[in-house]
């Protein structure tokens, strides 16, 4: 490796000394994954956005490098080779809410169902392309550093405004007329914009532990929600606002349209 005098340009990899204008500002992600390879791949994309990645290859290594850096989101692959990749999500959410997403194989859903369940965030599964896991950073970042919520306890997703206290909710300024519990579904939903909730999340949040598996409930009362919406949105500014992930929950798209 040559220190040359002149000032190349270093292609794609770490950021260039001096680049970043607020030390610190940079956020610290820190990724689980022990296939070295895919590792590396995505340190280096990830490394190229500005961000700073610390990479580790096994649970144990992760949570230790957890626990002396506190980064500010977690890339976690669920195979690990000396703990399943859950542990490290019960440990984390022991004491603190720092973002998980996590990189799973495809035909792993019961896993990646549990792995949400236990506090995850997101997911994305393998192979995956570097614009996804960079959208749903750029997402779990956004609504770590705060969610579309404002001082006057509204959320605001785009054209969306849901006032929490006054339990009224408008699009473009025109009312949207929901009932208590449509609008506790939206509610849950709207907080959680950018990140997947699960069927199970999203029951046991509305209508308590007991209906945890009723899924049908939700499939009902999302589509009344998208129905009630569409109906004072002529524009089209909130269509596709709420993606169904089958068989696992919904996704609200961030205020960035992610
Ligand atoms: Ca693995």
Redesign the pocket.
């Known amino acids: 490796m040559s220190a040359g005098s002149g000032g190349a340009p270093r292609p794609g990899g770490a950021p260039r000394p001096g680049a970043a204008p607020r030390p610190g500002a940079a956020p610290r992600l820190l990724l689980i ?3 070295p390879d895919l590792s590396a791949s995505v340190a280096d994309a990830l490394a190229g956005q500005g961000y700073v990645v610390r990479t580790v290859a096994t649970a144990r290594d992760g949570l230790t490098a957890w626990e002396a850096g506190r980064p500010d989101l977690v890339l976690l ?1 669920l ?2 080779p000396d703990m399943d990749g859950t542990a490290v999500i019960r440990r984390i959410r022991k004491d603190a809410a720092t973002p998980i997403l996590i990189l799973s194989a495809r035909h792993l859903e019961a896993d990646r169902i549990r792995a949400l369940d236990l506090g995850a965030d997101d997911y994305v599964t393998k192979p995956f392309g570097v614009g996804e896991v960079m959208a749903r950073i750029r997402a779990l970042l956004r609504r770590s550093a705060g969610p579309g919520g404002d001082v006057a306890g509204r959320i605001v997703v785009g054209a969306l405004v849901l006032d929490v206290t006054g339990h009224v909710v408008s699009l473009a300024g025109r009312p949207v007329e929901l009932t208590p519990r449509e609008f506790e579904v939206l509610k849950v939903l709207l907080t959680h914009a950018g990140r997947l909730v699960t069927h199970g999340r999203l029951l046991r949040a509305v209508w308590g532990t007991a209906y945890s598996d009723e899924s049908h409930y939700a499939h009902v009362y999302v589509s009344q929600i998208r129905r009630k919406l569409a109906a004072v949105d002529p524009d089209g500014d909130v269509r596709g606002l709420i993606v169904a992930e089958p068989g696992v929950g919904y996704r609200v798209r961030g205020p960035a349209g992610r």
Do not use: A, H, P, V
Request: net charge negative; no cysteine.
């Open positions: 994954e022990d296939d692959d195979g690990l």
